[in-house]
């Protein structure tokens, strides 16, 4: 016994002095409910209505969790049509009892045809059954549907608002006992809600008649067109705003990958007298429209290419309202005061003085400014600490260059079709030339020249894809980075590509040094857990400028309870899965997290903090995925606590994994039982070339060998080291089953523990290692 506690003291000892030396997957299992659709979408302050939820999944869906007040929630019921599968059973259950049925008359020498009700009683399958197996022929003769899984199932939910409640976007989740489905957006309106009847592709739908504004909710169908009629008077300002992708940015199975909506305006005599086509600069089509004579219109909504399905939910605003389609200037320094100019349809104001200040490190600041009747309409800045100024014209040719000093932010326009803007400057090094215009709601689709003082060109630029924008499928903004030839004078030309202009193309112009930094996403941006538990969540890191510091993160002000391990994003790495360990008991509300990432000032790069903005990794057309902001992270803890952890490592900064070699780390039990022959652990989602080569109890413990291949481990590597704990038991044997096979029973995940990968590449051949023969 004492030697067993010796060897247990030095190995514990040997595994802290070899840790004190100086990918996307989210929290989700295969049965967590999806969320594909809400129908409808949205709805009016005051009114109580059902909807439909679309998704795989669902059928144990007891709660439901909606972002913000005034919204109440009650699950009515669930309902899923039956499978292939199930199909078969029940026609082979009919055909058995129809066969032996007709045997029996046979036998009695009768020749009448058996009703289908007898032989479904006679095989035990239902009424409902019968019903639903004639929704699944239905269903697989039509040659239009599209079918897909992740949407099969429906939950009916009753939903009231209330008269106060705040009108916007709002995030709605599904909750099971186990587990919380992805947000999904669901709108707060202040105007009456429609919804749509079919047949409406021949002869438009009658429901929206004089009233406006109205919102009219529907689903495009394969091949399905949707028209509405209505009437409007003559000088009317017409607003039409489709939500479309506001509503679902992503479908995973469909190409291009998102419900690409066309509008449509006609008149009462069928021409076409406005439209908003796929190619719109804005995510979703929205028509300008001044009605020249009273009299009736029909308004169309369909996909570009005529596809179609349950989750091509739309939501179509109509009415006289403010629309704002233009914004100048596009941001501000902070703590300047900066007079902002609205453009847009129907706006009683459009002016407005707004102090710029930061948030949290936040670039963008949201500000509103009140209509008439209740209404406001809301808008973004950009805020910096640079300098800015505004564009001088006239400055369209390099001889009329606008003078600029480094750094700076032009804020200015593309007043004309085939308009330039050339600035001069002197510099040296590297520069960054940056235009936000597109990703700021403005059609420019900029082009950039950068050429030196005899007129050659040193660079060009014309689109630019930025990551922390998944929503923009056309990245029209343009982005020059490299080093100058020499000190100058340079004149940089921003131009429109498509040689287009006017007063609302807009942009924000920034030129300057490269400025490291990053952006931060943190997925998934729903958690249920078991009180006490460990979950693990991964965190993106959008670098820019060569941004090569780690990243420390870090709860902002949390409750009682929550930690975090393993929070550092390596230099050299644009993720890292790291556990969120949750309070011991439940709560009765979900809880809202923040997280905050900061440069640690390393490698001369400046010390800053960016917030860590909640997402979801939804996919794009079967192949890309794209990281899509949410507006909460969420965390519920549900139920009563799991199985308390039998073990724990000792807490270390970072274990060093020698490579090419096996490294020891001991862990201490936490408790008498299970004994620890029966403990076992594995790792999740281990980094390629990591193994846990082997596990043996040693005295009140266990020690974990890893085993660090040098084939496929690079020196440096760091990340999180996550193990799994389970017990591994074989049951007695019987007659029935004399070798029964071992089984096991999670406990769950440990905190992350750091790791670092130390030690020299092995040399190859042809480079200077000796070789035989």
Not at 126 to 146: A, H, S
Not at 518 to 536: K, M, Q, W, Y
Not at 604 to 620: D, H, I, L
Request: net charge negative.
């Amino acid at each position: 016994m004492n030697m067993n506690r010796f060897r247990w003291r030095a190995i514990l000892a040997v595994a802290a002095v070899l840790a004190a030396t100086p990918d996307l997957q989210a929290q989700t299992a295969p049965q967590d409910p999806h969320i594909g659709y809400v129908y409808p979408a949205g709805g009016q302050q005051s009114s109580s209505f059902e909807v439909t939820v679309g998704g795989q999944y669902l059928k144990e869906t007891s709660e439901t969790y909606i972002s913000g007040g005034g919204v109440s929630i009650e699950v009515v019921k669930h309902y899923r049509p039956l499978t292939q599968g199930e199909v078969s059973q029940l026609n082979l259950k009919l055909t058995e009892a129809r066969e032996k049925l007709e045997e029996e008359q046979k036998q009695k020498g009768k020749t009448e045809p058996i009703p289908l009700e007898v032989v479904a009683k006679a095989a035990g399958v239902t009424e409902n059954e019968l019903k639903e197996m004639e929704v699944f022929r239905k269903r697989q003769e039509d040659p239009k549907r599209q079918p897909n899984d992740q949407i099969v199932e429906e939950i009916t939910l009753a939903i009231t608002i209330d008269a106060n409640a705040e009108p916007g976007k709002r995030e709605l989740r599904l909750i099971t006992p186990a587990s919380m489905s992805n947000p999904v957006w669901f709108q707060v309106g202040q105007w009456q809600e429609r919804l749509e009847t079919e047949p409406n592709d021949e002869n438009p739908d009658p429901a929206i008649g004089s009233t406006l504004p109205v919102v009219m909710n529907g689903q495009v169908m394969p091949g399905d067109v949707d028209r509405f009629s209505f009437t409007a008077g003559q000088g009317t300002r017409l607003v039409v705003s489709a939500a479309v992708r506001e509503l679902m940015p992503y479908l995973a199975d469909a190409v291009p990958g998102w419900f690409q909506a066309v509008l449509a305006l006609y008149d009462a005599d069928g021409k076409e007298v406005a439209y908003a086509g796929a190619y719109h600069y804005r995510q979703d089509p929205v028509i300008y429209y001044e009605v020249p004579e009273d009299g009736q219109y029909v308004v169309e909504i369909r996909d570009s290419i005529f596809r179609g399905r349950e989750d091509f939910v739309y939501r179509i605003t109509l009415g006289e309202l403010p629309f704002v389609t233009g914004i100048f200037p596009l941001g501000a320094r902070a703590g300047t005061e900066v007079a902002v100019e609205l453009q847009g349809w129907n706006l009683v104001e459009n002016q407005l003085s707004v102090h710029a200040i930061v948030n949290r490190n936040r670039p963008v600041r949201w500000y509103s400014i009140p209509q008439t009747d209740n209404v406001s309409v809301r808008f973004p800045l950009q805020i910096d600490m640079t300098s800015e100024i505004l564009d001088q014209e006239p400055n369209d040719q390099p001889e009329a260059a606008q003078e600029v000093t480094l750094p700076i932010i032009v804020n200015g326009r593309i007043d004309k079709p085939d308009d330039q803007d050339v600035f001069r400057f002197d510099a040296y090094g590297k520069l960054v030339a940056e235009v936000y215009a597109r990703r700021g709601g403005s059609p420019v689709d900029s082009a950039l020249t950068l050429t030196d003082a005899n007129g050659k060109e040193v660079g060009f630029n014309d689109d630019y894809e930025d990551k922390a924008q998944p929503l923009i499928t056309h990245h029209a903004d343009s982005r020059l980075s490299l080093t100058l030839p020499g000190t100058g004078p340079y004149c940089l030309d921003l131009s429109d590509a498509q040689r287009k202009g006017g007063n609302d193309f807009i942009y924000r112009l920034y030129i300057r040094p490269p400025r490291p930094d990053f952006d931060l996403r943190v997925v998934p941006s729903s958690i249920i857990a078991r009180p006490g538990a460990t979950v693990p969540i991964t965190v993106y890191a959008l670098r820019r400028d060569d941004f090569n510091d780690d990243i420390l993160l870090s709860l902002v002000d949390p409750p009682d309870g929550f930690k975090l391990d393993g929070g550092v994003v390596p230099s050299d790495a644009d993720k890292v899965r790291l556990t969120l360990t949750v309070p011991p008991t439940a709560t009765t509300e979900p809880v809202v997290l923040e997280m905050d990432g900061q440069s640690l000032g390393g490698h001369g790069q400046r010390r800053f903090s960016r917030p860590a903005v909640p997402a979801e990794n939804m996919m794009q057309a079967f192949i890309w995925y794209q990281l899509v902001p949410a507006e909460q992270w969420t965390v519920v803890l549900s139920g009563k606590a799991g199985t308390k952890l039998p073990l724990g490592f000792p807490p270390v900064d970072r274990v060093k994994l020698k490579l090419g070699e096996t490294t020891l780390l001991g862990a201490r039990l936490t408790q008498e039982t299970p004994a620890p022959g029966e403990i076992r652990v594995e790792l999740s989602e281990p980094p390629a070339g990591i193994t846990v080569e082997k596990v043996s109890a040693e005295g009140p413990g266990l020690v974990v060998v890893l085993a660090t291949d040098a084939d496929s481990v690079k020196p440096g590597l760091r990340g999180n080291l996550i193990f799994e704990a389970y017990r591994e038991s074989t049951p007695a044997p019987t007659e029935a089953t004399p070798s029964p096979k071992p089984y096991r029973t999670s406990f769950g995940l440990l905190p992350a523990i750091p790791f670092e990968v130390i030690g020299r590449a092995p040399r190859q051949e042809g480079r200077g290692a000796k070789s035989e023969g």
